[in-house]
Structures are given as structure tokens and as C-alpha cells.
């Protein structure tokens, strides 16, 4: 989930709906698309594509035997691209990225950039703007403590942009700022639709456990 995937070719594009222009359009300009969270398809994978602007995102499948190249969201935080970046004093994502990095770097956790940055990061077409989210990911396969959340929660609000954190679990992905709020359900983004579960690390809903 939310790796980067450079592709061969537009045509390898494949979905049940109609594939709009501006799909072929933004692919011909950046061959790039993203992992998405959806189930395979005949044994294709589940992809995105992003246009332009904020509204054009199309969920799509492509054949592995498309795929030139995979870049993780890990990757990026490891070849730490945006401090070569021709952008870097435009975007100020890129700017307080060091400091980002060496914060997460204390906690035993993998983690990656996703969002417009990430994609910027690996494919090196400007998606960003100045004042875009930073969207990161931390892969969690073990519950992660309230206390640690919150700490984190705060942290990231200090800072001077916005950072959308993603904990990605066995089971799906949910929001951190909802995760702590220690409320008594979230909201789980699974590959099948969106769950209110108990716990994230669960996919037991108060309702299955209920016996309706």
C-alpha cells in the first residue's frame, strides 16, 4: 500500500469505467501511479492516478508486467531527496522534513512520505505547492499505546504545516488524529470499504460483538 509504481505505458491502464482524458494526459506527462487500497483484480493491481488538480484522482488496475519501477515511502525517507530539491526553498514540506525525520527517527518505527511530496520525491514532477500537507505513513503491525499517539499528535501540530499521519496496521489504515482521541471506535480504511472497529489492530465492530 501507497507505493509508487512507474509504469511502461499509458495503455496498460485498465478500469471498468470510462478512463477520462485527462488520465492519459497527466500519465503521459508523469508515468507514475499509486498502490491504493482496494482488492486485486484478475490478478492486476489496484492503482491511482492523480491529474493536475485536487479533484482528479482515478482508481484504476495495471498488470505487474507494466511496472518499471517500485519507489516505497520508505525509500524516500532514506534517500532524502528533498534536500537536493530545485524546489526546495518553495515548498515547505521539504524544509522542515530534516527536522520531521529526525524526530520519527527516536521511535522503532518504519515509516514513509505518501501524498503530493512523496510523489513529487520520486518522480521528480512538481505536485507539491508551497503550503502543501505533508502526508506520511507508519507502518504499525503492533498496537501503538495511547500515550505514545498523543505525544506524537502534539508534535506534529507544532509544526508549520499541516501533517497527515496514517497508521497503517494488519488490517487497514486509520487516521492518528482520530486514534487518539481514545473515542471508543474509529474509522478503519480497509481494502473492502471503510470499518468502525474497536481497535484498529481489530476488525471486531461493537455490532459483530453484539451478535447482530
Request: with cysteine.
Amino acid at each position: 500500500m501507497h507505493d509508487l509504481l512507474k509504469i511502461s505505458h499509458t495503455a496498460c491502464i485498465v478500469s471498468n469505467e470510462e478512463i477520462p482524458k485527462w488520465v492519459q494526459e497527466a500519465l503521459l506527462r508523469a508515468p507514475w501511479v499509486v498502490v491504493r487500497r482496494a482488492p486485486p483484480q484478475n490478478g492486476m493491481i489496484p492503482v491511482g492516478v492523480r491529474g493536475e488538480n485536487r479533484n482528479q484522482r482515478f482508481g484504476a488496475y495495471i498488470p505487474s508486467s507494466a511496472i518499471v519501477m517500485k519507489v516505497t515511502p520508505e525509500q524516500l525517507v532514506s534517500l532524502a531527496g528533498w534536500r537536493t530539491s530545485v524546489r526546495f526553498t518553495a515548498i515547505r514540506a521539504f524544509q522542515i522534513l530534516d527536522i520531521v525525520s529526525f524526530y520519527y527517527s527516536r521511535y522503532d518505527w518504519s515509516w514513509g512520505i505518501t501524498g503530493s511530496v512523496g510523489f513529487e520525491l520520486a518522480s521528480s514532477i512538481p505536485t507539491a505547492h508551497p503550503n502543501s500537507d505533508l502526508d506520511i505513513v507508519i507502518r504499525m503491525p503492533q498496537p501503538l499505546d495511547k500515550e505514545t499517539a498523543g505525544v506524537l499528535l502534539g508534535w506534529n501540530t507544532r509544526l508549520p504545516i499541516r501533517i497527515d499521519v496514517q497508521l497503517e496496521t494488519p488490517f487497514g489504515a486509520v487516521a492518528l488524529a482520530e486514534y487518539a482521541r481514545n473515542e471508543d471506535q474509529v474509522l478503519l480504511r480497509t481494502s473492502y470499504g471503510p470499518k468502525l472497529v474497536n481497535s484498529p489492530w481489530s476488525i471486531v465492530t461493537h455490532n459483530q460483538e453484539d451478535g447482530r
